[in-house]
């Protein structure tokens, strides 16, 4: 049965911990879904680890668009969320409304995903009208990386906690349905998920948290290294290195393809065949 996003307030109440996973096409998308996680995001963050941009700025709606369409392929019951890209939803509400359409009716996502507090509170109060579910995004907002001055913890300080905590009751209020909190301290993103009603999914930000969710590729073993916040659950890096290498040794030593591998044809059409090519010669 496809998972509906009031399942994810009811696994808050039941105490039940969510995880959640990134996902950026077919094959991965089909794996974590067999797998039963419940909700799969369409990162913005397929710019770093699926294009090799340094960031996600450089991510558009129609990269958004194709990853989300192959996920949601992909899938038969995760609740697919697909990120609002760089200056989706910033310069207007209007823009994010559009924007947000785009992404349930031509890529297929069931909800959306903004990063920002109190400035977006507008857009997600007229997306949410619009009938598209809304996850929040607080803490370290990648695409924020410039402003922020790279990538760092957010909410170390007094006032930074503080405006943080008002901006989940904030996005609460405005009807998101779940709030994401990034490289939050475990104790401040703990306060913050017994403060709401809606769920929260931590990265970097404690068990204190509802759940968590994790890019693919570090728990894979399919990055270029493993991030503090990440664990990795398999080291498919060597794995894959090793089969190329080997595929590699089979080919310059004759061994690959073998009949096994190859396409055969009937022995009296091969021998009539010939017949003709030896004729034409």
Same mark, same amino acid.
């Given at each position: 049965?496809?998972?509906?996003?009031?399942?994810?307030?009811?696994?808050?109440?039941?105490?039940?911990?969510?995880?959640?996973?990134?996902?950026?096409?077919?094959?991965?998308?089909?794996?974590?879904?067999?797998?039963?996680?419940?909700?799969?995001?369409?990162?913005?963050?397929?710019?770093?680890?699926?294009?090799?941009?340094?960031?996600?700025?450089?991510?558009?709606?129609?990269?958004?668009?194709?990853?989300?369409?192959?996920?949601?392929?992909? *899938?038969?019951?995760?609740?697919?969320?697909?990120?609002?890209?760089?200056?989706?939803?910033?310069?207007?509400?209007?823009?994010?409304?559009?924007?947000?359409?785009?992404?349930?009716?031509?890529?297929?996502?069931?909800?959306?995903?903004?990063?920002?507090?109190?400035?977006?509170?507008?857009?997600?109060?007229?997306?949410?009208?619009?009938?598209?579910?809304?996850?929040?995004?607080?803490?370290?907002?990648?695409?924020?990386?410039?402003?922020?001055?790279?990538?760092?913890?957010?909410?170390?300080?007094?006032?930074?906690?503080?405006?943080?905590?008002?901006?989940?009751?904030?996005?609460?209020?405005?009807?998101?349905?779940? !709030?994401?909190?990034?490289?939050?301290?475990?104790?401040?993103?703990?306060?913050?998920?017994?403060?709401?009603?809606?769920?929260?999914?931590? !990265?970097?930000?404690?068990?204190?948290?509802?759940?968590? !969710?994790?890019?693919?590729?570090?728990?894979?073993?399919?990055?270029?290294?493993?991030?503090?916040?990440?664990?990795?659950?398999?080291?498919?890096?060597?794995?894959?290195?090793?089969?190329?290498?080997?595929?590699?040794?089979?080919?310059?030593?004759?061994?690959?393809? *073998?009949?096994?591998?190859?396409?055969? !044809?009937?022995?009296?059409?091969?021998?009539?065949?010939?017949?003709?090519?030896?004729?034409?010669?």
């Amino acid at each position: 049965m496809p998972v509906r996003i009031t399942k994810f307030q009811e696994m808050k109440q039941m105490g039940e911990r969510i995880p959640c996973i990134t996902a950026y096409d077919y094959p991965t998308a089909k794996l974590a879904d067999a797998a039963g996680i419940p909700l799969i995001l369409v990162g913005d963050s397929l710019g770093n680890v699926v294009l090799g941009f340094g960031s996600t700025v450089h991510v558009t709606m129609d990269d958004m668009v194709r990853h989300t369409q192959a996920v949601v392929r992909g *899938t038969r019951e995760a609740l697919i969320v697909a990120d609002m890209p760089f200056m989706s939803y910033q310069a207007s509400p209007e823009d994010a409304v559009r924007n947000a359409g785009i992404l349930i009716q031509e890529a297929g996502a069931h909800a959306v995903k903004l990063e920002g507090g109190e400035f977006i509170t507008e857009a997600v109060g007229r997306i949410t009208n619009a009938g598209i579910p809304v996850l929040g995004h607080l803490g370290l907002t990648p695409q924020s990386v410039n402003q922020l001055g790279g990538y760092r913890v957010q909410g170390r300080t007094l006032p930074q906690a503080q405006k943080l905590l008002d901006d989940a009751v904030e996005l609460e209020a405005a009807g998101v349905f779940g !709030i994401v909190l990034e490289s939050v301290p475990g104790p401040l993103a703990e306060v913050v998920t017994k403060r709401l009603r809606v769920p929260t999914i931590g !990265i970097g930000a404690g068990a204190g948290c509802d759940g968590q !969710i994790q890019v693919l590729h570090d728990l894979l073993g399919l990055s270029d290294r493993v991030p503090k916040h990440a664990k990795q659950y398999a080291n498919l890096n060597q794995v894959i290195e090793e089969a190329i290498a080997a595929y590699m040794g089979d080919v310059r030593d004759g061994d690959f393809p *073998t009949d096994e591998h190859t396409a055969q !044809i009937d022995d009296a059409v091969l021998r009539e065949f010939m017949g003709d090519v030896a004729a034409d010669r």
